[in-house]
């Protein structure tokens, strides 16, 4: 049969269907690549917590799967919505890459080495909130474009230095960036990071069974937790929320999760451990201790703080 894959048209979303599409191909599969555009794309000058919308990055691709006109779309693990849009299922997500967020520099310098006041330019409140927890005197700044984009900008002066995902600089052969990789405790990375997200129309069975060979069930319950505990604090795309789930030597799904105010000065950090078949559970039990400690206050704040 063929299949379909819509992707973003970005250098990194193409590599991300170009794997997946090699990886269908081995199977012996036919498949076409359907390069579409997705809001987030056509909006690509506006900060990100202006244009205030969820799914920006993906509805397009979602609407030409209910419609028909691609039978598999590859997203952006951290750019899905967690609410389930119907007709639709998560089938399939391949094995993660390196989740960890890159610090880069003019001088290859790291940060607690930038001037007083340094730019740093991120599109990500969660890592404007982290940036700041970590050295407040940072004059952290809206950043858009693609990969090459913000190096680029960069390079150019417009900022000292640049937050972006290790994932997307190793997938882009562009290691020689990754002049500091900040720990997992220092920044806790987005729901989903890192993570592919094959999603399919629900009644194609074939297509199911078939991604089932480049699933890895362990990095899927992972991001099951993560998107639970997400959907369970209610903070959406916009707010300054990370989790991280991976699974243990010992074979069980271990959450961090962190919730922080727009400036950095509020905390909130809890991790706990389950089985990796209790994902859901633990999603729902770390967000419920990060709402007793005051999540919740937190998070509506940054929700005030945001533009008409």
Same mark, same amino acid.
């Given at each position: 049969?063929? +299949?379909? +894959?819509?992707?973003? !048209?970005?250098?990194? =979303? ?11 191909? $081995? ?16 909006? &690509? ?5 202006? +244009? /205030? ?6 509805? $397009? ?5 209910? $419609? ?19 007709? +639709?299922?998560? =089938? ?15 001088? @290859? ?11 740093? /330019? ?16 940072? &004059? ?5 474009? &693609? ?5 680029? @900008? ?44 094959? #999603? ?8 199911? =069974? ?15 937790? $993560? *998107? ?38 509020? *905390? ?5 451990? @389950? ?9 729902? #039990? ?10 919740? =206050?937190?998070?509506?704040?940054? !929700? ?5």
């Amino acid at each position: 049969m063929l +299949i379909r +894959i819509g992707t973003r !048209r970005s250098r990194l =979303a193409r590599w991300q269907a170009d794997w997946v599409a090699t990886a269908l191909r $081995e199977q012996g599969q036919d498949v076409e690549l359907i390069p579409l555009s997705t809001e987030g794309d056509r909006e &690509n000058k506006a900060a990100l917590s202006g +244009i /205030g919308s969820v799914g920006i990055f993906t509805r $397009e691709i979602q609407r030409a799967l209910l $419609e028909n006109e691609v039978d598999l779309a590859v997203h952006s693990l951290k750019d899905l919505p967690t609410a389930q849009t119907e007709g +639709i299922q998560l =089938a399939a997500v391949p094995l993660r890459g390196p989740c960890e967020d890159v610090l880069i520099t003019q001088d @290859k310098i790291a940060l607690s080495d930038l001037p007083l006041q340094s730019r740093v /330019g991120t599109g990500s409140l969660r890592r404007k909130a982290q940036l700041l927890h970590l050295r407040n005197d940072l &004059n952290v700044m809206p950043i858009r474009g &693609n990969v090459e984009t913000r190096i680029r @900008k960069l390079k150019d002066g417009e900022y000292d230095a640049i937050v972006l995902a290790r994932a997307g600089l190793v997938r882009l052969e562009l290691t020689e960036f990754l002049h500091q990789i900040f720990s997992t405790s220092e920044m806790v990375p987005a729901v989903g990071q890192a993570a592919l997200g094959l #999603e399919i129309r629900e009644a194609d069975k074939a297509l199911h =069974a078939c991604l089932q060979e480049i699933n890895h069930p362990p990095t899927y319950q992972a991001v099951v937790a $993560e *998107r639970t505990l997400l959907n369970t604090l209610q903070g959406g795309c916009l707010a300054p929320i990370g989790a991280w789930a991976r699974a243990t030597e010992s074979n069980r799904l271990q959450l961090d999760a962190v919730v922080l105010n727009a400036s950095g000065s509020q *905390r909130l950090f809890y991790s706990a451990e @389950k089985s990796l078949d209790d994902a859901i559970s633990l999603g729902i #039990e770390t967000a419920d201790h990060l709402l007793d400690q005051g999540a919740a =206050a937190l998070i509506h704040s940054v !929700r005030d703080d945001e533009p008409d």
